[in-house]
Structures are given as structure tokens and as C-alpha cells.
């Protein structure tokens, strides 16, 4: 089972930088596909990025060439870089963990993005 929590939100201006953290405990981390999560207010939740277990990468349309996904084994972390922020990405974020008989979620990290 592996437990994650989520860091690094909070309130940065347009055009500006960011970067989320999920640390994972538990067992198994390494053996996990990873995902980022986002849902704005009045919206449908939206899947931003996924990287698997061999660190293969795929971005929605949205975040495409502005955000990045990464993960560090050893620290058992997975990462969101993001850049380029615009008022549309304020969402509270959430990290999960998923392979096929498991699935697990962070409690998410507001970004608030200001113009």
C-alpha cells in the first residue's frame, strides 16, 4: 500500500512558476503509474499528467509544453513543474497512484493563479 501527500500550492502571478511534490510512503512506489489531477471550481476534474513505472509521459492538451511530470525513485516523490501559469490552471491539485488492483489519492494542494 503506499500513502501520499501533496505540497508546494499556494498563490503565484501569471507568467510565473510553480513546482507540486507528492511524497509517497509505503511499499511499492517504484512499481506504480502516477498521475496529476486537477479540479477547478465549477468544472469537471481533469486528468493533467500521467508517468509510468519506466517514466513515460503524457500531458493534457492544456498543459502541453508548459508543464512538466517527473518522478524520483529514491526519494519516492513524483513532481509537477509548472510553468508559463495562466488564471486558468487555479485548481486544487491532486496526485494518485494507480496500477490494476490499486488506486490511491493525495488530499490536494490549491494553486491559485493571479493576473
Known amino acids: 500500500q503506499v500513502q501520499l501527500v501533496e505540497s508546494g500550492g499556494g498563490l503565484v502571478q501569471a507568467g510565473g512558476s510553480l513546482r507540486l511534490s507528492c511524497a509517497a510512503s509505503?511499499?511499492?512506489?517504484?512499481?506504480?503509474?502516477m498521475a496529476w489531477y486537477r479540479r477547478a471550481p465549477g468544472k469537471e476534474r481533469e486528468l493533467v499528467a500521467t508517468i509510468t513505472r519506466t517514466s513515460s509521459t503524457n500531458y493534457a492538451a492544456s498543459v502541453k509544453g508548459r508543464f512538466t511530470i517527473s518522478r524520483d525513485n529514491v526519494k519516492n516523490t513524483v513532481y509537477l513543474q509548472m510553468n508559463s501559469l495562466k488564471s486558468e490552471d487555479t485548481a486544487v491539485y491532486y496526485c494518485?497512484?494507480?496500477?490494476?488492483?490499486?488506486?490511491?489519492w493525495g488530499q490536494g494542494t490549491q494553486v491559485t493563479v493571479s493576473s
Open positions: 509505503g511499499s511499492g512506489f517504484s512499481i506504480f503509474n
Open positions: 494518485n497512484a494507480y496500477r490494476y488492483d490499486y488506486d490511491c
